[in-house]
């Protein structure tokens, strides 16, 4: 046992773990995801255009109002615009390596909103198609709740040793006893 630990003192207190170089990725920190500032010369403008692989003329950064700095404003560029025959370096997102991304690129994916024009349905069949399902799902549940008895157990009689229906309203209980009948011969 103090084997063990003499031995992870000695791994512990080595020249390689006091470091760190084994646990940490060069290269990479967060200030690295930091916005460069907002471009203000000509040359700014070109760096940026360069930095994002745009040509300088076709480079727009967003309005400084939205804080993402140098970030170019790509416009809707939605995914079914692209082209679906084009080699694409991840085709799934009809995306090449090291393109930038609109800045609502979460929001126009394949399965999202698309900006096309070629929406299968108009916001008012959308809204038409979901009350029918509500509703529909409403009936089935009401259906369901008239056919299938949740609130009513199926019960016999409670038994009493007297008569009690016989009794009612006003007459004692007790001179009427229970008859039970028997398929045994009598004695």
């Known amino acids: 046992m103090m084997q063990a630990l003499t031995a992870l003192r000695r791994i512990s207190m080595s020249a390689t773990a006091a470091r760190g170089k084994d646990w940490i990725i060069e290269g990479w920190w967060v200030r690295d995801h930091k916005p460069d500032p907002w471009p203000e010369t000509p040359e700014e403008r070109k760096a940026a255009a360069l930095k994002y692989g745009l040509r300088e ?17 790509l416009g809707m560029l939605n995914y079914d615009l692209k082209d679906p025959y084009e080699n694409w370096s991840y085709g799934v997102m009809r995306r090449n390596f090291n393109e930038p991304v609109p800045e609502m690129y979460k929001m126009i994916h394949a399965d999202r909103y698309t900006t096309t024009g070629l929406e299968r349905m108009t916001p008012g069949q959308a809204l038409r198609n979901v009350a029918m399902m509500f509703a ?11 056919l299938i008895p949740v609130h009513e157990v199926p019960v016999k009689p409670k038994q009493y040793a ?18 039970h009948y028997t398929f045994e011969p009598a004695d």
């Open 136 to 146: 529909g799902f409403m009936a089935i549940i009401w259906f369901s709740r008239q």
């Open 162 to 179: 007297y008569d009690y229906d016989l009794a009612w309203p006003f007459k004692d209980p007790k001179n009427f006893p229970l008859v």
């Open 57 to 73: 003329e076709d480079y727009v950064s967003l309005p400084r109002d939205q804080h993402v700095g140098n970030y170019p404003d």
